[in-house]
């Protein structure tokens, strides 16, 4: 299982959308949309777990591709990205 960043999504995005789009590519298993507290709206990324080959072919066909107006971003999640802070 691998889990992707997507980047650069549209404030108007939901976790439906995104599911819409990589389904193409295989089966999504989880499907995690960042969302502004007060508003609910999209902050602009969020994350898709997929298996290896399938998230290999959505990378490959969905990065740098127009998304309602807006350029994507697609890659594996980076190790280390994601989790608490430390100070």
Known sequence: MKK????????????????TLFSQFGRVR???????VFSGQCKGFGFIEMEGHE???AIAGLNGKDFNGQSLKVNFEAPGKGGRRRR
């Open 55 to 57: 998230a290999r072919a």
């Open 30 to 36: 989880s499907t995690r949309l960042v969302t502004d």
């Open 4 to 19: 992707l960043f997507i980047g650069n999504l549209p404030a108007s995005t939901s976790e439906q959308d995104l599911e």
